[in-house]
């Protein structure tokens, strides 16, 4: 059972990026999925999330706008579309799992997250 | 936004000796479920978190008991009851009250 995140690069500001994560072992469509990423040395920020249909979608202010979340559960696969990059996008980006617990309303946890993929945005 | 604070930043420990790390929280996370929407990630040298404790005081599944969380509201602890080499790394507590999660800043544990 793992992710593992591709796509992440040199680019400049104002470029575009497209981050994937594929899912081995379990049954992508079944979880909710997110995106967080952490700069180096810093604690890790949310970034966004989507539902285990693809129809449901939320997006961190920083992000919103510049980046879309989507999936292919036939592929097993979740993807970040990142437009507009800023250099304060720079950051590993993990895809991460979110399970539920019984009886803890909208609570959940991440339970598997990929190893990351390194964006840097400089000129 | 919620803001999460922990200390201590760094916490130099013994092989052996406990540890406990606080974490405290701008507003309650004491959800109307009745649980504490708190959680608690290790990430350990080149590596992506992993999931603690969940709900402020339950063991995730292959964590060793010497792990235990406890607190509630706006205060939380994270306790080891005896440190191994193992658990070198950067604790950092969340909050699971809002969609958009927030962490703390981290403390470092070295051996």
């Known amino acids: 059972v793992q992710l593992v995140e591709s796509g992440g690069g040199f680019i400049q500001p104002g470029g575009s990026l497209r981050l994937s994560c594929i899912g081995s072992g379990f049954s992508m469509g079944s979880y909710w999925m997110h995106w967080v990423r952490q700069i180096p040395g810093k604690g890790p920020v949310w970034v966004s999330r989507i539902k285990r249909d693809g129809l449901d979608l939320s997006y961190a202010d920083s992000v919103k706008g510049r980046f879309t979340i989507s999936r292919d559960n036939a592929k097993n696969t979740l993807f970040l579309e990142m437009d507009s990059l800023r250099p304060d996008d720079t950051a590993v980006y993990y895809c991460?799992?979110?399970?539920?617990?019984?009886?803890?309303?909208?609570?959940?946890?991440?339970?598997?997250w990929g190893r990351g993929t390194l964006v840097t945005v400089s000129s | 936004d919620i803001v999460m604070t922990q200390s201590p930043l760094s916490l130099p420990v013994a092989p052996g000796e406990p540890a406990a790390i606080s974490c405290r929280s701008s507003?309650?996370?004491?959800?109307?479920?009745?649980?504490?929407?708190l959680d608690w990630y290790l990430q350990r040298p080149g590596q992506s978190p992993q999931l603690l404790i969940y709900?402020?005081?339950n063991r995730a599944s292959g964590v060793p008991d010497r792990f235990s969380g406890s607190g509630s509201g706006t205060d939380f602890t994270l306790e080891i009851s005896r440190v191994e080499a193992e658990d070198v790394g950067v604790y950092y507590c969340m909050e699971a009250l809002q969609t958009a999660r927030t962490f703390g800043q981290g403390t470092k544990l070295e051996i």
């Open positions: 507003q309650s996370l004491l959800h109307s479920s009745g649980y504490n929407y």
């Open positions: 991460a799992r979110a399970r539920p617990v019984v009886n803890a309303i909208d609570y959940w946890y991440y339970d598997l």
């Open positions: 709900l402020a005081s």
